[in-house]
RNA sequence: GGCCGAGUGGCAGAGUGGUCAUGCAGAGGACUGCAAAUCCUUGUACAUCGGUUCGAUUCCGGUCUCGGCCUCCA
C-alpha cells in the first residue's frame, strides 16, 4: 500500500491509480539553459526512486520528463553568449545527459523536447481559444484565468491574495493582471513558428499541458516537480488542461519535492548562492551524490554541506564493505525486505528505509556463511530501489597496485612491518584501502 | 501583509499518546604487529508557555525563531 502526500489536498493519501495496468507519470524537466545545479539534480533522482518504486509494485508506468528549449531566459543567455539558441541547448542539454549518467538516474520512458512539439501546443492553444478561454490581444494570446472558478486551488491562494501581491507583471492588454501568456509574437530574431496568431512562440505553461496530453493523455496519476513550481507553474498548467479537457482533472496526486538550502537559506539564480553539480562531482563520486541528495525526506528542505556528502561516502563504504564477497546468489530476506518497501511505501520515507539498510548491514556482519548470502542479496536489493550500491567496486587494479599489493604481501610474511605499513600508505594515495583480516591482506578501491 | 511548512541529543535525521529510531562524532572494552574493518557497552533529545489526558516530544491553543510561496527558479 504506496501513500503519497497530495499537494493538492494536502494530505497524505492512499495511491490509488486510475488503472493499476498502467501507471502515468510526469514531472516538469529542466530549462536548459544554464549548468545544472545540485538544486536541479533533487527532482530527478527523487522521482527516479518513485519511478523505480513503482516499477516494483506495478507492472507497466510511463514516465515523461520534458526538455525545456524554447524559453526567453534561453534566448537571452544565448545572446549573452553570442551563440545559436541551438548550440546552447544542445551543449546544455548534454550536460544534464551527463548528470543522468553519473547520478544513475534510469531514464523516462520519454524525454520530449518543446520545440519537436509545437504543432500540439498550437492546437492546445486553439482549443482554448475556441472554448472561449483564452483570448487574442496585441499579438499574444492570454488564458482568462477569471474563467476558471477553482483557480488556486492547488497552490491554495485565493484570487484576492494574488492581486494584493501585485507583483504579477501588469501588461495594459491583460484584461486582468493574472491572465498568463499562452503565445506571443516574435521578432525577427527570436525563434518563432507559425501560427494562426502569427509568427511566435509558446509561453512557460503551455508545454507541459500539450506534452501531458500528447504523451499520457488528458488526466494522469502523478504529476511532479519542485515545490517551488506549485506556483504559477503547476497552478496555470491544471487551470489550462482542466478548461481543455471539458473539466477532467489534469493529476490526481500532485507530489513536490523540498527545496536545497545553503547556510539554511534557498539555493537560488537570484541569490547566487548556486552550487554547481559539476563541482560537487570533482570531489565526490555521483553515488555519494545520490545518496547525500536522498539522505533527507523529499518534502523536508536540504542544506547541502560538505559535512554531509563526506558523511555519505561514509555510508556507502560501509556499505559496500558489508556486500564485500557477495556471490550475487543470496536470496533476499522477504520480511526485512518488506519492512524496507513499508518505509518507502510511506510517502518516500527514504531516510528510514536507509536506517533499515544499516540494520541490515549489522546483520551481515553478525551472520553464519549461510544466512550472509541472504542479507547482503536484501541490502542489494534494497540499493537496488535507491539507485545505490551497483557499482561493481572491485574495480580492475593497474600494474602498479597490483605490484604494490604483492610487494605488501610479502614484506607481512617477511614481518617487515615498517615496510608493510609504508606500501599501505603509498596504496592508500593511490586510492587502495587495504586492510588486514584473518583471510589475510584485502583490498578495495575508493 | 496573506498562505504553507518546520523547530528532536555534539551533528545529521526518522518517528511515536505510555519499554529501541538510525547514522556520524565522543567515551570504555574486544579483536589486531600497528591500523582499518567489525563486535560489545555507553547519551536526563524532542523551541517555549498553557490546555486535554491516568500519562504528551507526539493532540489542541498561544508565543518565539527559522524557512518556502505570493516574482524567474527544481
Redesign the pocket.
Request: with cysteine; net charge positive; glycine share 8%.
Given at each position: 500500500m504506496l501513500y503519497l502526500y497530495n499537494t493538492l489536498t494536502?494530505e497524505k493519501e492512499l495511491f490509488q491509480p486510475l488503472d493499476p495496468h498502467h501507471i502515468k507519470m510526469y514531472v516538469?524537466g529542466?530549462?536548459v539553459y544554464?549548468t545544472p545545479?545540485i538544486?536541479?539534480a533533487?527532482?530527478p533522482v527523487i522521482f527516479d526512486v518513485l519511478y523505480r518504486l513503482l516499477k516494483e509494485i506495478y507492472p507497466n508506468i510511463t514516465y515523461v520528463n520534458n526538455i525545456t528549449d524554447v524559453?526567453d531566459?534561453i534566448n537571452a543567455r544565448a545572446k549573452e553568449l553570442g551563440i545559436p539558441i541551438r548550440e546552447l541547448t544542445d551543449s546544455t542539454l548534454k550536460l544534464y545527459q551527463d548528470m543522468t549518467k553519473s547520478l544513475s538516474i534510469l531514464s523516462p520512458d520519454h524525454m520530449p523536447r518543446v520545440t519537436d512539439h509545437i504543432p500540439e501546443i498550437i492546437l492546445f492553444i486553439q482549443k482554448l481559444v475556441d472554448l472561449e478561454f483564452a483570448y487574442i490581444v496585441s499579438d499574444h494570446v492570454l488564458f482568462e484565468v477569471g474563467k476558471y472558478k477553482r483557480y488556486g486551488k492547488l497552490?491554495?491562494?485565493?484570487l484576492d491574495?494574488?492581486i494584493?501581491?501585485?507583483?504579477?507583471?501588469v501588461a495594459p492588454y491583460k484584461k486582468d493582471p493574472r491572465d498568463f501568456v499562452l503565445w506571443k509574437p516574435s521578432d525577427e530574431e527570436t525563434p518563432g513558428w507559425e501560427s494562426p496568431w502569427g509568427r511566435g512562440r509558446p509561453g512557460?505553461h503551455i508545454e507541459c499541458s500539450a506534452l501531458i496530453k500528447t504523451f499520457l493523455g488528458e488526466t494522469i496519476d502523478i504529476h511532479g516537480?519542485?515545490?517551488?513550481?506549485?506556483?504559477?507553474?503547476h497552478e496555470n498548467e491544471n487551470a489550462q488542461s482542466i478548461c481543455a479537457h471539458d473539466g477532467e482533472p489534469l493529476a490526481k496526486y500532485w507530489f513536490h519535492?523540498?527545496?536545497?538550502?545553503v547556510n539554511?537559506?534557498?539555493?537560488?539564480?537570484?541569490l547566487g548562492n548556486i552550487i554547481l553539480l559539476e563541482d560537487v562531482l570533482k570531489e565526490y563520486n555521483g553515488e555519494a551524490v545520490r545518496l547525500t541528495l536522498l539522505?533527507?525526506?523529499y518534502?523536508?528542505?536540504?542544506?547541502w554541506?560538505r559535512?554531509?556528502t563526506e558523511?555519505s561516502a561514509?555510508?556507502l563504504k560501509?556499505f559496500y564493505?558489508?556486500l564485500d564477497g557477495y556471490s550475487g546468489n543470496g536470496s533476499v530476506d522477504q520480511k526485512l525486505f518488506s519492512k524496507f518497501l513499508n518505509?518507502l511505501n510511506?510517502?518516500l520515507?527514504i531516510?528510514?528505509g536507509?536506517?533499515i539498510m544499516?540494520?541490515i548491514?549489522?546483520l551481515i556482519?553478525?551472520a553464519d556463511n549461510v544466512s550472509r548470502e541472504t542479507f547482503q542479496a536484501t541490502l542489494k536489493k534494497c540499493g537496488e530501489l535507491l539507485g545505490l550500491l551497483g557499482k561493481n567496486y572491485q574495480k580492475d587494479l593497474s600494474p602498479k597496485e597490483l605490484e604494490l599489493i604483492e610487494q605488501r604481501k610479502k614484506a607481512?610474511a617477511d614481518k617487515n612491518?615498517?615496510l608493510?605499513?609504508q606500501l599501505?600508505d603509498e596504496l592508500k594515495e593511490l586510492g587502495v584501502?587495504?586492510?588486514?583480516?584473518k583471510e589475510g591482506q584485502k583490498w578495495s578501491k575508493i
Open positions: 494536502k516538469c529542466p530549462t544554464a545545479h538544486g536541479n533533487r527532482p524559453d531566459k497552490s491554495n491562494k485565493t491574495q494574488l494584493e501581491g501585485s507583483r504579477i507583471e512557460w516537480g519542485g515545490i517551488d513550481l506549485t506556483f504559477p507553474h519535492n523540498g527545496l536545497i538550502t539554511g537559506v534557498k539555493m537560488s539564480k537570484s539522505s533527507a525526506h518534502r523536508q528542505p536540504l542544506d554541506t559535512k554531509r558523511s561514509e555510508t560501509k564493505n558489508a518505509a510511506d510517502d520515507n531516510p528510514l536507509l536506517s544499516h540494520e548491514t549489522g556482519h553478525k607481512r612491518f615498517a608493510s605499513d599501505r584501502i587495504i586492510e588486514d583480516t
